[in-house]
T-cell receptor, first 115, second 114 residues
Framework: AQKVTQAQTEISVVEKEDVTLDCVYETRDTTYYLFWYKQPPSGELVFLIRRNSFDEQNEISGRYSWNFQKSTSSFNFTITASQVVDSAVYFCALSEVGGGNKLTFGTGTQLKVEL | EADIYQTPRYLVIGTGKKITLECSQTMGHDKMYWYQQDPGMELHLIHYSYGVNSTEKGDLSSESTVSRIRTEHFPLTLESARPSHTSQYLC?????????????FGPGTRLTVL
């Protein structure tokens, strides 16, 4: 069975600080996809990134970057120079190719960015 | 930009009422999903569909039912609402394999049963 662990339930930072959100996953499949979603107070889930299991290249998109390491089954998310608008709950998720495209979510990390 | 809609956004009802949460998508996606999310908690899959006339139960047992008569429409029904059904319900769709498993989410329905 697949599992996603986000050990950090809540993180508070001051604006402009860098912050890393951790995600550790478990799966028996060799082919799978990892995702990060952002959930602002409005409740909608916003897609941030998708990474397949064969692509371990790290990715940077503006202030966001992702570090995928299969050796440690981790897919960590870093926000550089955080802003108040980054305050939200962030979910890491896993989808196995043979699992009917179902997503397994972690418990989420509440990020609070204060002035 | 994903085009998936949920109505109502907020619903407060009394115990015993029958309710239907609507979900529609205009992207022509075959796969659709319903997730339940308690405040501050993870999302749990309660129903999914691979296409018209296909419905499956998800990982979390739910007293709700779903139907998929049209590709674009995936309503969720509670025959007799109870306070334990109070939660946020999120609908999603996917055109896997084209989307490589990415799911597009609606804005959610916050249900409160008194």
């Amino acid at each position: 069975a697949q599992k996603v662990t986000q050990a950090q339930t809540e993180i508070s930072v001051v604006e402009k600080e860098d912050v890393t959100l951790d995600c550790v996953y478990e799966t028996r499949d060799t082919t799978y996809y990892l995702f990060w979603y952002k959930q602002p107070p409005s409740g909608e889930l916003v897609f941030l990134i998708r990474r397949n299991s064969f692509d371990e290249q790290n990715e940077i998109s503006g202030r966001y970057s992702w570090n995928f390491q299969k050796s440690t089954s981790s897919f960590n998310f870093t926000i550089t120079a955080s802003q108040v608008v980054d305050s939200a709950v962030y979910f890491c998720a896993l989808s196995e190719v043979g699992g009917g495209n179902k997503l397994t979510f972690g418990t989420g990390t509440q990020l609070k960015v204060e002035l | 930009e994903a085009d998936i809609y949920q109505t109502p956004r907020y619903l407060v009802i009394g115990t015993g009422k029958k309710i239907t949460l609507e979900c529609s998508q205009t992207m022509g996606h075959d796969k659709m999903y319903w997730y339940q999310q308690d405040p501050g908690m993870e999302l749990h899959l309660i129903h999914y569909s691979y296409g018209v006339n296909s419905t499956e139960k998800g990982d979390l047992s739910s007293e709700s039912t779903v139907s998929r008569i049209r590709t674009e429409h995936f309503p969720l029904t509670l025959e007799s609402a109870r306070p334990s059904h109070t939660s946020q319900y999120l609908c999603a769709s996917s055109d896997f394999p084209a989307s490589h498993n990415e799911q597009f989410f609606g804005p959610g329905t916050r249900l409160t049963v008194l």
